[in-house]
């Protein structure tokens, strides 16, 4: 069997990557050879190739450039672990649909609108050009609590194509039931399928940082100064004054220590840090996994006036491993707490979900 993946592509989301890559090792653990399907307008942030593969190779200039150096990470990495295909087109179309027998949507924010749907990318996420027994979902997320009216349409007609539905967060699953009248299955994020020696295997020492002294690894997706409540800021001044902690800021460009960290060498920033701090669903999940303390913070999004809460899927993991104590809030962080990494009653029920999110990717594809 050969399965086309469709997701969201670039080169600067750490989950997104990781998550591509989650999706491709676990069909091939189910023994389905698979690619990444890359659209044109997104094939010259994929490949690596001609001038620009030697130029960014030079080590003097991606010391000039720090973002050349994250960006050489980043497709390194997709060129060492995430087999693809570049396709020549803005929308893949029937010639598409006809070179795979299975299309996998997901994971990521696949199904938000909000995401690249003026390049039309809203058509190949929902798997508009295949037939309807080629469609599988793969933990899709909505990342959202409502849909904009005028996308309303689309999702139903889009929908109900799909013989089966899955989403990986609890208040994506209720939307689709309001869009559709269909239930959707709750599954875990791809990346909690896969082991942790998985992820040790590619994780990589980030060049020039300095491991000797224990860190706070910050990784948000929002703006982490706005998001951080006042009592979590006070708390950890103060333990990182006790304990000799250095902050390290992931997605900061003046944060020379770690500007320039890609896939790999992000697991392995989380996989030493002495505490994270995240307003990300993949921080959560990598904290998780490497059995790290960590502490969620609240994300949300603007939209002119209207604030959008980002965190439906975060809230679903931490709910649903029994890890209540780390979904977000606003005061009462005990350190105590915030230093505990004791997941043994959360990896049992990580278990079981792993086995039904398996039961239900072996039944969508049609593996016997």
Not at 80 to 104: G, M, Q, S, W
Request: glycine share 6%; proline share 5%; hydrophobic share 40%.
């Amino acid at each position: 069997m050969r399965a086309g993946i469709v997701t969201i592509n670039g080169l600067y989301n750490y989950g997104n990557r990781l998550q591509n890559y989650a999706v491709s090792a676990y069909l091939n653990k189910l023994g389905v050879d698979n690619k990444t399907l890359i659209p044109q307008p997104m094939s010259f942030r994929w490949a690596m190739e001609g001038d620009e593969l030697t130029y960014m190779k030079n080590k003097d200039s991606v010391k000039l450039i720090p973002n050349l150096k994250k960006r050489y990470n980043f497709k390194l990495f997709n060129e060492d672990y995430i087999p693809y295909e570049l396709v020549k087109k803005v929308k893949f179309d029937k010639e598409t649909a006809n070179r795979y027998d299975k299309f996998v949507t997901g994971s990521d924010q696949v199904f938000n609108p909000l995401f690249r749907s003026s390049l039309g990318q809203m058509d190949n996420n929902f798997l508009t050009f295949a037939p309807p027994e080629k469609k599988v979902p793969f933990a899709p997320s909505i990342g959202m609590d409502a849909i904009p009216d005028k996308w309303t349409d689309f999702f139903y007609k889009a929908l109900i194509t799909f013989p089966a539905l899955s989403c990986r967060e609890q208040s994506g699953a209720d939307l689709m039931e309001q869009i559709t009248g269909r239930r959707a299955k709750v599954v875990i994020d791809p990346t909690l399928m896969i082991d942790r020696s998985s992820w040790e295997k590619i994780a990589k020492p980030l060049d020039g940082f300095d491991y000797g002294t224990p860190y706070i690894l910050y990784y948000f997706l929002g703006d982490k100064d706005v998001e951080m409540p006042l009592d979590l800021k006070a708390t950890l001044n103060s333990e990182k004054l006790k304990r000799g902690l250095k902050d390290v800021v992931l997605n900061d460009p003046f944060d020379e220590s770690a500007n320039t960290a890609g896939p790999a060498e992000f697991l392995h920033l989380f996989e030493n840090a002495s505490l994270i701090v995240t307003d990300s669903f993949h921080g959560a999940v990598f904290s998780l996994i490497f059995e790290r303390p960590f502490v969620t913070v609240r994300r949300t999004l603007r939209q002119g006036n209207e604030s959008i809460d980002m965190s439906g899927r975060l809230n679903t993991l931490l709910t649903s491993v029994g890890l209540a104590d780390k979904l977000p809030k606003q005061e009462g962080f005990n350190v105590e707490s915030l230093f505990n990494a004791d997941y043994n009653d959360a990896y049992g029920k990580l278990r079981l979900l792993q086995n039904e999110h398996e039961a239900f990717l072996i039944k969508a594809l049609g593996i016997k």
